[in-house]
């Protein structure tokens, strides 16, 4: 079983895309809600984001707090509940704004319960109005994401042209989505409440 | 249909001009408000904005707090829902005065429900009783926001002698209105409340 | 009109005086204070201040918290409202003591509703109990006060021998006010509140 | 009596194993709860830790705060007593992401009251959603652990590869458990509640 | 009139002698309390000071708090008021703990409304418990505190001995008296509060 | 009188060790409660402390918040008043762990009202479970002890074996007395309460 099912069984943990030294890489973006008992509000960011990063998180978090009732999503439980978006590995700095609609859904998932779907990696810069914002290195992510086993790409239709310099038959295995607002993403990649990931370890 | 047609078919996004390396060029400056119930409050700043820049929202929203009963802007709003001023793109450090027209747009159109025009863009710095005072690059600005199908463009009165470095050919198809107060900026940029843009996608 | 009319026609700005570089040169200190109703507090103090003329505007606002009644200002205001100390131009590094006296009119201006007289211009260090203390640059500040149309300048008593080296015909034509408490300086500098600037634009 | 026996006898203390200059060494991750009548509230992290391991120790606690239900745990213990966790000793920095499971265990030793296991150490990063992720230095580690008088040791399933550098004298008389949930790690670590260390000091 | 006599004329100003540059220099430490209508709390501390100053005035104020009841000062009125200290001249960086005496004197004296004495000056570190401590310069301190008009210095008992490099003919001019504890400064440095200075312009 | 004696008079106040660059010295942990009419909260810490030594402060008030009913401490005061902890002479730097249980002491002794014994001084780092750690400069500490008339010592007991390079001459006349705990520490130190220090100034 391919690590990105694992890691996406529960809700709240979404597949991402960075750049490396090394090429390109799939990250998970980890999102909790405290328990309101435990009196714990606020935001906690980790996993060694620089200043970027941080501010794509505020941004997802901004998004939803104020479109809630259109994304049908619980948002008051943001009230009483600290937040916590983290993103392993827990040394390694990270940065850029591209992990912005990553940092969108897996607080979406994490909201609504439902889990993203464990075949699905996704780029993109998001806006504070929820459009998809083009970003660098597609080819090398389209290439660590066929390397991880994903299977659908969710990419800024900004960057349709980069699809170029990806190899043919990378592109065949992959279904590559570009989406320009982030409830696209949202639909593709969330599954439905009703039918859990069957296949969580 | 033009960028910043799209962009700002939602209230709270106003066109601005920017200066960069490489001449003028359009920014989006986005506003959002949590909803009530996400219990979010306090100003969030984000988009890698120097010092400058962020003063220039803190004296948008002063403005906006101190003026809200003569403006008609139902500002009790901001008490209990966070305020959030973006402007993408996430990772280019921006700095400077000159948004703050754009900022009070931004602000007082998310406040008023009313979108801002499409085809206007703005210039300007605002002092804290809503004096809008010169800035620098009018020429770059006016060249980057023909280029971009603007057709109305607000700058400072003190800046009007700075049009004589423009080609005729940019300025027989601009608008340039010279605004000395931001009331000013705010009666040609908002869309009446009753007219939503209609050909927003 | 001078500029000084305009920019002190409404309460809360008042006239001050700096050393530039290049000379001597008006400034205007602009204050705000939030409605009650948009729940906003604190003080935020911009315009690129640096430490000391930061450290003025919260001695200019303790003078005002500790004199209240005694000054006849309706100081509980400040409870509720957020108050926003502004200097433009905002992109202008700025520091030093002497603007204590226009931060301190400017504020009780603003809370009495009664605005600085537009042919006033001012300097001079303010101490916790409102005594006026010294400061420099006096030659070059009458200077460009002279320059800016303005026709009475406060200055600090201790500062009188400085005098000799303003040009006579300057001094002529200005009306120089020596003072050691800063409540001489609020005598002079606010209009009564029952005889606004009628000339105000 | 071994040193890990008596510092781990009271619930809130565990063993962990960190990489030093001079090879592996045993290191006490002690956790406090303040009494609830003395008002302390929020998170204190002491010993010189750096931004990675504080980041542990946040992501540690909201692991529990997430899943207080689901382990059994009085989370909402947490809302009005104060945590304060310590790595002594005091004057030697610390950093890095491997203290992460001997922080979870700790503080889920604190709440439960179930003292942790005086045999065991344990190394590991943690995610936010339990996932134990793999760290560095297990052979030095597995050395300090065994020079300890450690005889159980809980490593994550990814660093199973690493033993083979281990001494084969050493690896028998360790009992090595591999994990990649943190769950596993408390199941082992933790005492029952009704059996307390009856060779406590 | 000398200076010091003006300065001390309102409770809340005590005169301190301070090393420089130039020698010695009198120096006053004024302090006031925000009327409770304007909601101010904390303290706010001006005048460049640096760390150790700073801490003195924290000192300062947690000797008064914790000894309220035995000094008979209503320290009540520091739940609801906001304090400030501040020590012009604005712009000169001050440093060091010999103004921790009269620092507590300035508080002491706003506190009770009983004014400090003119004619009296003082320097010493004090102690959380009121100790006075042995302080720096103190043969150009008594220079100064001659020079400005003082009659009676207070200083820490344990300089006694560097009253040996004072020129005899200042000593024969000035009272000098050592101390132990703040409270004997408090006795000789505050006029009672039924006989207000009747010389204060 | 030695000076131990009259600095330890008044309950608050503990005796440490301290190596410095002439050798070890004497120095005095100072800790006082606001009165909780002042509205004081919080905890401030000075005497130009580094960074190791505030964390021990921390450590020593976390320790007495966890222990309090053990203890039979008043802990329920530190709820509304404020603490602070303070260690002269407030001009020199300093750091280290070793002052933790002169820290414990000298909240211990505040909390319960029994002044510290004049006799005393003590060295150790204190972990958050009250163990007494090890600490350097054992013999320098024992000298310093020894010339500033103290008889009784409290080391950490893994510091025995550093009492060999102590002269015999010095052992002789101190009662040095290893501990492993922090309570044993506070058994031997705190006078009891229905003895207060006669001898006190
Ligand atoms: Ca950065
Ligand atoms: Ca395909
Ligand atoms: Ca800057
Ligand atoms: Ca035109
Ligand atoms: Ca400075
Ligand atoms: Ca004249
Ligand atoms: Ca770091
Ligand atoms: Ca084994
Ligand atoms: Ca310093
Ligand atoms: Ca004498
Ligand atoms: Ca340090
Ligand atoms: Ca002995």
């Given at each position: 079983?391919?690590?990105a099912?694992?890691?996406?069984?529960?809700?709240?943990?979404?597949?991402?895309?960075?750049?490396?030294?090394?090429?390109?890489?799939?990250?998970?973006?980890?999102?909790?809600?405290?328990d309101?008992?435990?009196?714990?509000?606020?935001?906690?960011?980790?996993?060694?984001?620089?200043?970027?990063?941080?501010?794509?998180?505020?941004?997802?978090?901004?998004?939803?707090?104020?479109?809630?009732?259109?994304?049908?999503?619980?948002?008051?439980?943001?009230?009483?509940?600290?937040?916590?978006?983290?993103?392993?590995?827990?040394?390694?700095?990270?940065?850029?704004?591209?992990?912005?609609?990553?940092?969108?859904?897996?607080?979406?998932?994490?909201?609504?319960?439902?889990?993203?779907?464990?075949?699905?990696?996704?780029?993109?810069?998001?806006?504070?109005?929820?459009?998809?914002?083009?970003?660098?290195?597609?080819?090398?992510?389209?290439?660590?994401?066929?390397?991880?086993?994903?299977?659908?790409?969710?990419?800024?239709?900004?960057?349709?042209?980069?699809?170029?310099?990806?190899?043919?038959?990378?592109?065949?295995?992959?279904?590559?989505?570009?989406?320009?607002?982030?409830?696209?993403?949202?639909?593709?990649?969330?599954?439905?409440?009703?039918?859990?990931a069957?296949?969580?370890?």
């Amino acid at each position: 079983l391919p690590e990105a099912r694992q890691r996406t069984a529960v809700p709240g943990v979404a597949t991402g895309l960075a750049v490396t030294g090394a090429g390109g890489d799939v990250l998970y973006v980890e999102a909790s809600l405290a328990d309101a008992e435990t009196g714990s509000t606020g935001v906690a960011l980790t996993g060694q984001l620089g200043d970027v990063m941080k501010e794509s998180a505020h941004i997802a978090l901004s998004y939803l707090r104020s479109r809630g009732a259109e994304l049908e999503l619980p948002v008051a439980d943001l009230k009483d509940r600290g937040v916590h978006v983290h993103v392993p590995a827990g040394a390694v700095p990270k940065d850029g704004p591209s992990a912005g609609v990553t940092m969108t859904t897996a607080l979406a998932s994490l909201l609504s319960g439902r889990p993203v779907r464990g075949d699905v990696a996704m780029t993109g810069e998001v806006s504070l109005t929820g459009r998809v914002l083009p970003i660098g290195g597609v080819k090398q992510k389209l290439l660590a994401a066929h390397r991880a086993g994903i299977t659908t790409v969710l990419i800024p239709a900004r960057n349709e042209p980069d699809l170029d310099d990806v190899p043919a038959e990378v592109l065949r295995e992959l279904d590559v989505r570009p989406v320009s607002d982030v409830r696209e993403v949202l639909e593709v990649a969330l599954e439905s409440a009703t039918a859990p990931a069957a296949a969580a370890a």
